[in-house]
């Protein structure tokens, strides 16, 4: 299985921006998509965004706009920038990794590897 590390969370003002990291190790080459998640205290955990390895993206409503993704293949890192936060925003945000797309964008509990999160907080 594909091992995920979050990093690049922190404290970060309204309105403002902040770009997570995405590291990936172990046997990457077969999956499909790669996705971010997030959540909030008291809260289900909720899609943010999904890419897929042909470079297919879809982003949660709430999300677009302000959101984008990017990697470096070289350095096995899925990026996910998001800027004009709000504070409605703070949660724990989350990679994963899933080898099988049966449907766009997986389902959650399709997910087969996740990170142990990054913690965004706004205020």
């Known amino acids: 299985h594909v091992q995920l590390v979050e990093s690049g969370g922190g404290s970060v003002q309204a309105g403002g921006s902040v770009t997570l990291s995405c590291v990936s190790s172990?046997?990457?080459?077969?999956?499909?998509?790669m996705g971010w998640y997030r959540q909030a205290p008291g809260k289900e955990r909720e899609l943010v965004g999904s890419?897929?390895?042909?470079?297919?993206?879809t982003y949660a409503d709430t999300m677009k706009g302000r959101v984008t993704t990017s990697q470096d293949n070289a350095k096995r890192t899925m990026y996910l920038h998001m800027n004009s936060l709000k504070p409605e925003d703070t949660a724990m945000y989350y990679c994963?990794?899933?080898?099988?797309?049966?449907?766009?964008?997986?389902?959650?509990?399709?997910?087969?590897?996740w990170g142990q999160g990054t913690q965004v907080t706004v205020s």
């Open positions: 890419v897929g390895t042909d470079g297919t993206t």
């Open positions: 172990g046997f990457i080459f077969s999956m499909c998509a």
């Open positions: 994963a990794a899933v080898y099988v797309c049966d449907t766009w964008p997986p389902f959650q509990h399709e997910y087969n590897s």
